[in-house]
């Protein structure tokens, strides 16, 4: 594993498919349209809205997260695409290091979920709506 911001330089064209699940997974982290995470915070945006005084603390606390989870994970995501490789790691640029299919697979996976949970939230929001209102089935 590597322990060090500037140890992931380059790998967004070593590891294409790895560095490409990571940005979506941090992006839907951020609350970013159209992915999952956004609807989340959408939600709670509303029901903290909805709750007066007390919902501007969180409204506020609810920012200020989104922005600092976009600062911690940009610092990370800017050397993975936009800087060069480690010179230890140079001779290995011209293959491709993302881990065997068993790996890739669950990338695609949560990548694909993400995107489809933010798009088509509707059904899944209402059930779970009317599960904390105690609606039986």
């Known amino acids: 594993g590597k322990e060090y911001i500037q140890d992931v330089r380059g790998y967004g064209k070593l590891m294409p498919v790895t560095c490409a699940a990571f940005v979506v997974a941090g992006m839907s982290l951020v609350g970013t349209p159209p992915l999952s995470g956004f609807v989340s915070k959408f939600n709670l945006l509303s029901a903290a809205a909805d709750a007066g005084a007390l919902g501007v603390i969180a409204i506020a606390a609810l920012i200020i997260s989104a ?7 940009f610092t990370v995501i800017g050397p993975m695409y936009f800087r060069p490789l480690n010179a230890d790691m140079a001779h290995l640029k011209d ?9 890739i697979v669950p990338f ?3 990548i694909i979920m993400v995107i489809a949970l933010g798009l088509w939230s509707a059904p899944l929001v ?3 709506k009317n599960v904390a209102a105690g609606v039986t089935f």
């Open 95 to 103: 293959f491709n290091r993302d881990p065997n299919w068993m790996m």
């Open 108 to 110: 695609v996976l949560l």
């Open 67 to 73: 922005i600092l989870t976009a600062i911690y994970l």
């Open 126 to 128: 209402t059930f779970l």
